[in-house]
Structure formats: structure tokens, C-alpha cells
């Protein structure tokens, strides 16, 4: 079988930029970015926003600024933390600005170039127009244009990496999410032990409870968490008790359709082992919980998705036996070079 890495070839290219008194030659290196063979294609399109090494190093600038935000503390990296594949670990809500609380769970930030909307509600079909949700939001960043803008042509830094990312090398809202979507696109998670399975690679080797885990999950759950990405895109209700106190309505508040009440984006499970806790609000904080929540905690709630409710018995069967294998094949998701790369580090 023919096996595929995320690799880099070096082709050069220069433009002339200048600074007041002097003029330099910049050099800026594409990245040839390849789909992993065990892959779906690639959703985000790289034509129209292509990968350059300067590109990526503004968008990593970008994502660990702290000045971005109005408190000057909480940057993307503050609440997206690479040892916890880009998640807040052990946090049920996002945190922001001034100790502000949002009211749904930080999602992980992986193989986005892959997902064709964004955010538990749907909020966005763009990748490059997700950041500003975050960043916009007086709850999470706080940030506003004007004053980031004019803090990155303030600082040398920016200005020179700018130049060289960007054939205008002007320093725009435009720029910014473009630098950052290069990054975020680069944050693909394939290395797993599973997707060495998947590849016929070197250490793909699953055991026969992990591959019984496997079966059993193509059996129950992969109508929703679908291809390697390990979702469908879709938005759903998985029969979570409302909590009064939020009434989070999900999808409804992007489509305002009544029948899209209560549902959410169905998330992704790579690295799943190390994303806790779990679901939109952060209410379940183990594997075994949200198995459970599957088996006997489902609840008749309004646009239940029709997958949980099977002529009046509500959700998916699961023996203990059978929720011990899931969980040890889900365990083979976990991708340890992901997740100590250290291109995505902040240092």
C-alpha cells in the first residue's frame, strides 16, 4: 500500500520589499501539503490560500499573541493547548477576558482543513472567518480590528513577517485570518497508532480487543462520527438533558429552524483520550461517562436524532464488555507526535 506523510518541498521564491532607507530580498518556501492516504479530501481550498512557511510562522505568531486580546492575556493558545490536542483541558467552559466564563465547552483544533463548518453551533462555514467569533466575543477575546491592527504595524516583527508572507505585504483583518488559517490547516493529527493501522505502517499493530473495539464502533457509532476525521459535519441532538439555567438551543440560533433546536455540531474524536471532559457544555468528564450517557442517559428531548430513539427505546446498546473495547479502540486515536510537535509549540 502507498503511504503518504505530511512532508515539505522547498521551492524559492522572492519579491522586492523595501524599508525606508533600505531594500532587502525576502525569501518565502511554500508547503506542499499532503493528504494523508487514510484521508477524506481536503475541505479547506488551498488555491485560493496557499501554505507558505512565513505564512504559517505569522499565523503561529498570531495564535499565541496575548495582545490580541483586550486584557493582553487570552490568546488562542491560552485556551487551545497542544499537549491537549488544542483543548482546554479539564475546563467544562471556555474561559476569557478578566476571568469571563462562556457557556459551552473549548473545542479541540484539529484537522479543520478537513471539517466544512465550524464552532458547536455552525457559526461559521469558513475557516478563515472562524477566529473572529473568538476574537470578537466580549466573553472570550474581546478583541476588536482598529486596535490589533495597529498594534502589529507597531511592532517589527509583525511588520517584517507581513512583508514576507504576503505579496502585498500589507498588515489587514484579511491577511490576519488568512496567516492563521495556514496555521490551523497545519494542525493535522494523523499519526496515530490507528492511522498506522489504517496505513499498513510501521507500528500499526492493534491488539484484538482494540480491533473488537473497532468493529463494534463501525457497528454503533460511525453513522455520526464518520471517515478518519471521525465526523460527518452534521449537527444533531444526542439526548442531553437540557440544563434550564443556559437553555442552549445549538443550531437553532444560526438557522433559526425549529427542527434544529438542541442539535450540535458532532464533534470529532481524534485524540479523544485527552479532550476531556466532554460534550458541547463539558458535563461529561470520562470515556466511560459519555459511553454510559449513550447506553442508559439518553432523553426524549425535542429533535432528538432519529439514530437514539429506535421505536421508543432510547439509545445505542452497549454491554459493558462492548463499552471497555470501544474505549480501548478509541484510545489508538491518540496521536503523541500531534501533539509534541514542536512547529505548533508556542516555544
Given at each position: 500500500?502507498?503511504?503518504?506523510?505530511?512532508?515539505?518541498?522547498?521551492?524559492?521564491?522572492?519579491?522586492?520589499?523595501?524599508?525606508?532607507?533600505?531594500?532587502?530580498?525576502?525569501?518565502?518556501?511554500?508547503?506542499?501539503?499532503?493528504?494523508?492516504?487514510?484521508?477524506?479530501?481536503?475541505?479547506?481550498?488551498?488555491?485560493?490560500?496557499?501554505?507558505?512557511?512565513?505564512?504559517?510562522?505569522?499565523?503561529?505568531?498570531?495564535?499565541?499573541?496575548?495582545?490580541?486580546?483586550?486584557?493582553?492575556?487570552?490568546?488562542?493558545?491560552?485556551?487551545?493547548?497542544?499537549?491537549?490536542?488544542?483543548?482546554?483541558?479539564?475546563?467544562?467552559?471556555?474561559?476569557?477576558?478578566?476571568?469571563?466564563?462562556?457557556?459551552?465547552?473549548?473545542?479541540?483544533?484539529?484537522?479543520?482543513?478537513?471539517?466544512?463548518?465550524?464552532?458547536?453551533?455552525?457559526?461559521?462555514?469558513?475557516?478563515?472567518?472562524?477566529?473572529?467569533?473568538?476574537?470578537?466575543?466580549?466573553?472570550?477575546?474581546?478583541?476588536?480590528?482598529?486596535?490589533?491592527?495597529?498594534?502589529?504595524?507597531?511592532?517589527?516583527?509583525?511588520?517584517?513577517?507581513?512583508?514576507?508572507?504576503?505579496?502585498?505585504?500589507?498588515?489587514?483583518?484579511?491577511?490576519?485570518?488568512?496567516?492563521?488559517?495556514?496555521?490551523?490547516?497545519?494542525?493535522?493529527?494523523?499519526?496515530?497508532?490507528?492511522?498506522?493501522?489504517?496505513?499498513?505502517?510501521?507500528?500499526?499493530?492493534?491488539?484484538?480487543?482494540?480491533?473488537?473495539?473497532?468493529?463494534?464502533?463501525?457497528?454503533?457509532?460511525?453513522?455520526?462520527?464518520?471517515?478518519?476525521?471521525?465526523?460527518?459535519?452534521?449537527?444533531?441532538?444526542?439526548?442531553?438533558?437540557?440544563?434550564?439555567?443556559?437553555?442552549?438551543?445549538?443550531?437553532?440560533?444560526?438557522?433559526?429552524?425549529?427542527?434544529?433546536?438542541?442539535?450540535?455540531?458532532?464533534?470529532?474524536?481524534?485524540?479523544?483520550?485527552?479532550?476531556?471532559?466532554?460534550?458541547?457544555?463539558?458535563?461529561?468528564?470520562?470515556?466511560?461517562?459519555?459511553l454510559n450517557h449513550y447506553s442508559n442517559g439518553v432523553v426524549n428531548t425535542q429533535n432528538l436524532d432519529a439514530l437514539l430513539n429506535n421505536n421508543g427505546v432510547l439509545g445505542i446498546p452497549?454491554?459493558?464488555?462492548?463499552?471497555?473495547?470501544?474505549?480501548?479502540?478509541?484510545?489508538?486515536?491518540?496521536?503523541?507526535?500531534?501533539?509534541?510537535?514542536?512547529?505548533?509549540?508556542?516555544?
Amino acid at each position: 500500500m502507498k503511504t503518504y506523510y505530511l512532508v515539505l518541498f522547498i521551492f524559492p521564491f522572492f519579491w522586492n520589499c523595501s524599508d525606508d532607507d533600505n531594500s532587502e530580498v525576502y525569501q518565502n518556501v511554500p508547503i506542499d501539503y499532503k493528504v494523508p492516504s487514510n484521508f477524506p479530501p481536503l475541505a479547506y481550498d488551498l488555491s485560493k490560500n496557499p501554505i507558505t512557511e512565513k505564512g504559517f510562522e505569522l499565523g503561529k505568531k498570531l495564535f499565541y499573541d496575548g495582545r490580541l486580546a483586550s486584557d493582553g492575556v487570552i490568546s488562542c493558545g491560552f485556551c487551545h493547548e497542544q499537549s491537549s490536542a488544542f483543548t482546554h483541558h479539564g475546563h467544562e467552559l471556555s474561559q476569557g477576558v478578566n476571568g469571563a466564563t462562556g457557556t459551552r465547552n473549548t473545542p479541540p483544533i484539529q484537522n479543520l482543513g478537513y471539517q466544512t463548518t465550524f464552532m458547536w453551533d455552525g457559526a461559521t462555514t469558513h475557516l478563515e472567518l472562524q477566529p473572529i467569533i473568538p476574537f470578537l466575543s466580549p466573553i472570550e477575546m474581546n478583541g476588536d480590528f482598529a486596535s490589533t491592527i495597529a498594534m502589529m504595524k507597531s511592532d517589527e516583527e509583525y511588520v517584517k513577517l507581513y512583508k514576507l508572507a504576503f505579496s502585498n505585504g500589507e498588515i489587514n483583518s484579511e491577511n490576519m485570518l488568512k496567516a492563521l488559517a495556514q496555521f490551523m490547516v497545519m494542525l493535522t493529527s494523523s499519526n496515530s497508532r490507528f492511522d498506522k493501522y489504517r496505513r499498513n505502517e510501521a507500528g500499526g499493530t492493534l491488539t484484538q480487543e482494540e480491533l473488537d473495539g473497532y468493529a463494534l464502533f463501525n457497528q454503533k457509532c460511525a453513522s455520526c462520527h464518520a471517515t478518519d476525521i471521525f465526523t460527518d459535519n452534521s449537527f444533531r441532538n444526542n439526548g442531553l438533558a437540557i440544563n434550564p439555567a443556559v437553555n442552549d438551543i445549538g443550531y437553532f440560533r444560526v438557522t433559526e429552524l425549529e427542527q434544529d433546536k438542541y442539535k450540535f455540531k458532532v464533534p470529532s474524536l481524534r485524540n479523544i483520550e485527552i479532550t476531556a471532559p466532554y460534550m458541547h457544555d463539558g458535563r461529561l468528564f470520562t470515556l466511560e461517562a459519555v459511553l454510559n450517557h449513550y447506553s442508559n442517559g439518553v432523553v426524549n428531548t425535542q429533535n432528538l436524532d432519529a439514530l437514539l430513539n429506535n421505536n421508543g427505546v432510547l439509545g445505542i446498546p452497549l454491554s459493558s464488555n462492548e463499552k471497555t473495547k470501544i474505549i480501548a479502540f478509541l484510545k489508538t486515536l491518540t496521536d503523541n507526535q500531534f501533539l509534541t510537535d514542536k512547529r505548533f509549540s508556542e516555544y
